[in-house]
Every structure is written in structure tokens, then in C-alpha cells.
């Protein structure tokens, strides 16, 4: 499941004739109208699904799927992921990364030295927040930005920071 990305999850039905709301898990919910197919995880498999029509509404997305036609057939699927091929996937910038690929990263100071683990990324209004266990037990919040994570190595599976004054009172 390493290769899929989770783009939304089915909060409930819309109508009666099969389609459903997305709470979208997409940093850019418009680019349900560039998907073609979508996959979703059903809990006991996957079901690959093709998408034909997109409406957004509020902060939702409403999906209509050429394989279900009635509010009946899709009503057990509240809650499923919707997942897409990692090759699906928006082009990310220089910097930015995917969630799930942060997770678990060792975090480091400047000058080497092993500060603990990154266990969650907090999204805000301004810059995320990076979640960090330290060798100690302790929690601590991280803002996500240049003054503060100054390099992310994928490969050394490395998270370098510079902790600013204050953050860790």
C-alpha cells in the first residue's frame, strides 16, 4: 500500500443516485477534476472505481462513480478511503514533501546530534507544525519553516532542526 495515497475519505451520501460526499485529504481538492479513477480501500480489498462527475460543496467534494447508481449501493461505504497511484500524485515543489513520508523521521539538531522522532505533521492556517518525540519522552511542536527545519534527507531519513529561542520553555 506504500504506492497509494490517500485523497479523501467518503463521509456520507448525496442524493439517491449514488454519489458521495469526500472529506478531501488533498492539500488542493480541485484536483478530483483531473482524476479519472480513484481506488478504494474497502477494508476487506480495493475497489477501483471511475469517477464521473465532480461538484464541490462547502469543504466537501461530491463524487459520482459509474459503478454505483443507487443511494443503496454506496451507503456501506461511509468512512472508506479513497486512494490514488502514487504516479497520480500532484508534483510537489522544491521542499515540500509528502506527509507519509515524513513520519518517522529521525529528527536531528544542526550539529548532528539525535533530538528524537517526528510522529505527526499538524496542518494551520500559516506553516505546518511538525510533532516531535524526543529521546527523553517529551513532546514538542516544531513550526515547519526555514528558520527552524533546515533540511529534510529522504534518503538518510533525516529531519535537520534548528531550535529557536523559546521553543523548547
Known sequence: MDDLLRVGVISSTHGLKGEVKVFPTTDDATRFKSLKNVTMDTGSGHMNLEIQGVK?????????????????????YKGKDLLIERDQAVALGPDENFIFE???????????????????????????????????????????????????????????VHIMDGLLD
Do not use: H, W
Not at 67 to 73: V, Y
Not at 118 to 123: A, E, H, N, Q, S
Open 56 to 76: 464541490f460543496f462547502k469543504n466537501m467534494v461530491i463524487l459520482k462513480f459509474k459503478e454505483f447508481d443507487s443511494i443503496n449501493e454506496v451507503e456501506k
Open 102 to 160: 515524513l513520519i518517522g523521521l529521525r529528527v536531528v539538531l544542526e550539529d548532528g546530534t539525535e533530538f528524537g522522532t517526528l510522529t505527526d505533521v499538524i496542518k494551520t492556517g500559516a506553516n505546518d507544525v511538525y510533532e516531535v518525540k524526543t529521546k527523553e519522552g517529551k513532546e514538542v511542536l516544531l513550526p515547519a519553516i526555514k528558520q527552524c527545519v533546515l533540511g529534510v534527507d529522504l534518503e538518510e531519513g533525516t529531519v535537520t
